[in-house]
């Protein structure tokens, strides 16, 4: 199965880096400057693509991660130079399908004998971590970028009594703004797909409107899309 996925690592990266079409629609699309991406606290591919060397496992390992010796995949080792472009974020995120496959099989080379579960009883376990006090941050590196977790135990809950989720998602659809900017329509899907985003963890994501002050909530959004719907619904003599 990982001689399958080198082969096809490699055939994407003949497919996409190498074909002239593809690289004529992605280089200067959605280009991010490094500078931009660090005002707007972008994570993962995102900012890898403009340059930055961001990855958890490199700069807070965790687990087995610290002796890995894990790398930022950034386009200036590939390359030469970074340009935070849709081109770029595509060979960031084909070069660490490869990256991927080096830690599997290093993991495979590396695994210490003996059980899986260090915790026999992982019931025991769980029940003991509820009946605990204190509170506790965790970062790991995701697909997309950063996560982090905050969580809050106060012993007299069956479970966390407080549990805060930062998605990586949360922090790079912040980009979306001066990726558009002046962008054609039709590199909107380009601009979209760039931070590979996960709406549902942008769930809580308010924006504001910079000429008034507004906030587009959920509320007023919903609001203007049922009175859109019943505008359209009396223009076009549509009865329910």
């Known amino acids: 199965m990982i001689t399958y996925y080198w082969e096809f690592t490699e055939h994407m990266k003949e497919v996409f880096l190498s074909d002239p079409v593809y690289k004529a629609r992605t ?3 959605a280009q991010l400057s490094k500078e931009m991406a660090l005002k707007l606290n972008v994570v993962g591919p995102t900012a890898r693509a403009t340059g930055l060397r961001m990855d958890i496992r490199q700069d807070i390992p965790y687990d087995a991660y610290a002796d890995m010796d894990i790398k930022a995949v950034v386009p200036q080792d590939i390359v030469g130079e970074a340009r935070g472009d849709a081109y770029d ?7 660490e399908i490869e990256q991927s496959l080096d830690i599997i099989e290093f993991c495979l080379d590396n695994l210490p004998e003996g059980k899986i579960l260090a ?4 019931v025991a376990l769980l029940n003991k971590i509820k ?3 204190g509170e506790a941050i965790g970062a790991h590196e995701a697909p997309r970028g950063e996560v982090i977790h905050y969580l809050k ?16 998602s949360y922090n790079n659809i912040n980009s ?8 054609e329509v039709a590199d909107i899907p380009v601009v979209v797909a760039y931070i590979d985003p996960c709406m549902c963890c942008n769930d809580r994501v308010a924006v504001v409107k910079d000429s008034s002050g507004r906030i587009l909530d959920y509320s007023y959004l919903h609001k203007k899309a049922v009175e859109k719907t019943k505008r359209l619904e009396k223009e076009l003599g549509v009865r329910k």
């Open 153 to 168: 135990y106060n012993g007299t809950r069956d479970g966390p009594a407080v549990w805060k989720v930062i998605a990586p």
């Open 27 to 29: 280089r200067g699309v």
């Open 119 to 122: 915790v026999p009883n992982y």
């Open 176 to 183: 979306w703004a001066p990726l558009l900017l002046g962008a």
């Open 131 to 133: 009946k605990t006090e």
């Open 89 to 95: 974020i595509t060979m960031v995120r084909l070069y």
